[in-house]
């Protein structure tokens, strides 16, 4: 929801890692490839459906900037926690962009398959599919967790944050729990996520012009 503040008004120690969201089709689908879904959609403009969990997630902006990255007219579908994975399932939708741990057990027993992931690099455990940049589209949008702290909060202190946290999120208990929930643990210290929070700031904000949510 709308919030009276905006996220540079915090000091940011570490980013701890993210969900990814990848857009995944049918796996019988003609459409087999990023590339073969982005032509089936240029071929059939206006009438190719993307779910997504909901107007203005995370979910559906990530599919707004990918269509409006690759030219395509698509309609995007808002389904909601209950509807995003029955509708792709029953056909009523072409594709979805949804977080990994709801497609990964239909993608593991062969039902949907994961055409792409709008991350920096692709998944380890599914190293087949491509990410939107490798594609061609500069778009990297994560369901990311960090750690912040008021504005003023000690630079001393921050920095002493910021190594515990590194620490927790390099021990095997963390990571083998975090795997659990589908988490990617990819540390990011204090300036690097600054800068990474900057560019996701940017690519939130053209999904939400593009979406129609704001002006």
Do not use: W
Not at 86 to 112: F, K, M, T
């Amino acid at each position: 929801g709308n919030v009276p503040f905006g996220y540079d008004e915090f000091e940011h120690v570490a980013r701890i890692g993210f969900t990814s969201m990848p857009i995944a089709v049918r796996a019988d689908a003609p459409y087999q490839s990023l590339e073969e879904f982005v032509e089936y959609a240029q071929e059939n403009p206006g009438k190719v459906k993307i779910g997504n969990a909901g107007t203005g997630s995370a979910t559906h902006l990530t599919a707004v900037v990918f269509a409006e990255a690759a030219g395509l007219d698509v309609t995007h579908v808002p389904l909601g926690a209950d509807r995003r994975m029955p509708a792709i399932l029953g056909g009523e939708v072409n594709a979805v962009c949804v977080p990994l741990p709801e497609v990964a057990p239909h993608v593991d027993s062969g039902d949907v398959k994961i055409i792409a992931f709008p991350t920096q690099e692709r998944n380890d455990n599914y190293p087949d599919a491509p990410t939107l940049v490798e594609e061609g589209y500069e778009v990297v949008i994560e369901l990311f967790r960090g750690i912040s702290v008021p504005k003023g909060t000690p630079e001393s202190r921050i920095r002493k944050l910021e190594d515990a946290f590194r620490q927790a999120a390099q021990t095997d208990a963390f990571k083998d729990s975090a795997d659990k929930f589908g988490f990617q643990v990819d540390f990011m210290p204090r300036d690097e996520f600054e800068d990474y929070l900057a560019v996701q700031n940017e690519l939130i904000a053209e999904g939400m012009r593009a979406g129609g949510l704001v002006e």
